[in-house]
């Protein structure tokens, strides 16, 4: 009976009955029914959000082979300064090294594996030193020396002769530096690359560099970050966040500053699905996002306008006229997602709040914290939802889940092993569906 189900095929519209085998997740025609236009699309397969098959080969086939977002600048903003981060099951350090360039590289040491850093962040005055045997690796990740070569790392005096490696052959400290990693920022954000062979973030990244371009994140500075539990799989979080579809529901607060008549498609070319609001209204009694001073710099557009733009596979980005909203999402398991948010402004403003800076950070968190909260709070029970057998997906919304769309098929690219970045609008901004009537 079992085997029978696994070889249901798809009809011309649905997804295949569950459950699935997990060699279908690398299969095309098991995502037929979301490869369909976005009017004709059901959603992609349950499976996607509660298999622990699906979530290991998306760690390999998404994660291990995109630019992934690991951290912000200012976490890693002077010499020495490390953050410890998982990827697609990898720990990895990303820290500045003394001339100031970012660097990532295996948390496992070259002798026996250990790993090298336990703490999620922190500073390193000489070396990461190893707490099994000593060995010592600098910021670049070159081996400095081991008990074996030096005697800097606590040998007694009087056991030096026991260290003399005049007799070992073959071993050159060149050869066993940490495994690097490829590193790169963009804006605020850095992130990392496990494959050689994917090309540079600025390809990734498309237009929309240019598009935030008057935003200067590179400039802006981190004034909050806060971190959420998430009881659902990170592609819940993300496709949430965009489609407002849910907005006059689920946020009745937040759809009184950001009314759905204005949003917008804004979508480029990229490896990222963008959106706007515009004109972003004032703030009302349920709060909204104006208190710090808006960057001066800004042209008429950017000033009266929230850019949202998730950069695939896993960040949100809020681009708002005085301050930027960052959401990281991790997964962590198939059901399971840790969400780093960072909140983050540009000198000027920060400088313009004066001494009230903290009192409007503070404001502004808590408007993001609620919103947040409504969408966790939904997401969960999404993720509650379908894990039922008996949901196999649903029918798209043509005329606000485009997006979603766009991302479910960028995931099942991955899976596929395809790479290709998605053609944008030609429009820099558009209505999302034409006005009726
Ligand atoms: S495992 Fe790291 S020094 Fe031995
Ligand atoms: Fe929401």
Redesign the pocket.
Known sequence: MQDEKRKTVPGPQGNPQRPLAPAAFALEETYRATRLPVDQASTLIPDAYTSSEFHALELERVFARSWVPVCVTDEVAEPGRYVVVEVAGRSLIVCRNREGELRAHHNV??????R?CEAETGTVERFFQ??????AYDLDGVLLG?PLFTLEAGIPVDQEDAFDISGVRSFDKADYGLHPVRVESWGCLVFVCLDDEVSPLSEELGDLPERLAGYRLAEQRLLRRVEYEIAANWKLVGENFMEYYHLPWVHPGLVRVSPLKAHHRWQGTGMYIGFCTSLIAANTDDGGWQGLPALSTLDEDDASSARFAWLFPNVALNALPNHTFLMLTRPTAAGWTKEVTYLLSHPESIAGAGESIEEEAAALLAFWDEVNREDIAIVERVQQGVIDPAYTGGRMCYRFEEPVHRFQNMVIDRMLGLRRVPAGDALQQQPMFPVVG
């Open positions: 040491c070259r002798h026996r594996g250990t090298l190893c707490p099994y045997h000593a060995w081991t």
